[in-house]
Nanobody, 124 residues
């Protein structure tokens, strides 16, 4: 069993930064991708950014490429999301998720494990 726990969310003013963390436990293998998703009320869960088993970042669009950065520390079983230049529309619950394998999945259904999420609220 894999457990994922997000932390680091909170309230930040527009233009500010936050760093989210995702702690994983229950599995030592590193052959998996990890991604951050977000979901705002009334909206579908949205892919933000992922990182492959070998550290390659991948994005669904370029809209967040310049502001959001994902990284992973396999030795510590930690994944991070650095968010800069935050906007009101970034307000959402942010989830980390894990997909076994060597691919670059961008869809929720491709991910096997999910955390409970952490709330990020950006005020204008």
């Amino acid at each position: 069993q894999v457990q994922l726990v997000e932390s680091g969310g909170g309230l930040v003013q527009a233009g500010g930064s936050l760093r989210l963390s995702c702690a994983a436990s229950g599995r030592t293998s590193s052959n998996y991708a990890v991604a951050w998703f977000r979901q705002a009320p009334g909206k579908e869960r949205e892919f933000v950014v992922g990182v492959s088993w070998n550290g390659r970042q991948f994005y669904d669009t370029d809209s967040m490429k310049g502001r959001f950065t994902i990284s992973r520390d396999n030795n510590k079983n930690m994944v991070y999301l650095q968010m800069n230049s935050l906007k009101s529309e970034d307000t959402a619950v942010y989830y980390c998720a894990r997909a076994d394998g060597f691919g670059l999945p961008r869809h929720s259904y491709e991910y096997n494990y999910w955390g409970q999420g952490t709330q990020v609220t950006v005020s204008s």
